[in-house]
């Protein structure tokens, strides 16, 4: 495999894990899917999760790439952990081609959820906030 679709397949990963790992991961029991109330959401927190599986399945054993993903699962924000599993994430894909074709194919299937796995609010100075998720009947202020 090429080294630009090998960043991009790495990097494509973390980038779906990080939002995976802060939000979902521990919370993904059979009633947090269950009441998921986007369905294509919980296929794509599902697949993320596998997708989690799937690079700790191919890190077992190599003793630097496991401590790099353990960081990282717990410090998912932390720029050096994903800098450290990128890097890892590019030999074993480099290095493996069915390895690369699975994680590939997972991303694929999270994509076509057309879920998105994070949602990010930037705003400045705020007084005052109110989000909203799924709302069943009126809301008055």
């Given amino acids: 495999m090429d080294p630009v679709s090998v960043g991009f397949l790495a990097s494509t990963a973390i980038n779906t894990l990080g939002p995976y790992l802060r939000d979902f991961a521990g919370k993904a029991s059979n009633t947090f899917m269950e009441k998921a109330s986007d369905a294509a959401a919980g296929t794509a927190v ?22 790099s993903l353990e960081t990282f699962t717990k410090t998912p924000s932390d720029s050096d952990a994903v800098a450290s599993v990128q ?55």
């Avoid at 796995?117 to 008055?140: M, P, R, W, Y």
């Fill in 87 to 141: 890097d890892h994430l590019k030999t074993q894909l480099a290095d493996d081609p069915g390895f690369a074709s699975e994680l590939s194919g997972l991303l694929t299937q999270i994509v076509n959820t057309h879920a998105d796995l994070a949602f990010v609010n930037n705003i400045g100075n705020v007084e005052k906030l109110v989000q909203f998720g799924t709302v069943h009947g009126d809301v008055s202020f």
């Fill in 46 to 67: 599902k697949a993320a999760g596998q997708l989690l599986e799937l690079v700790k399945k191919k890190f077992h054993g190599k003793e630097e790439a496991e401590k």
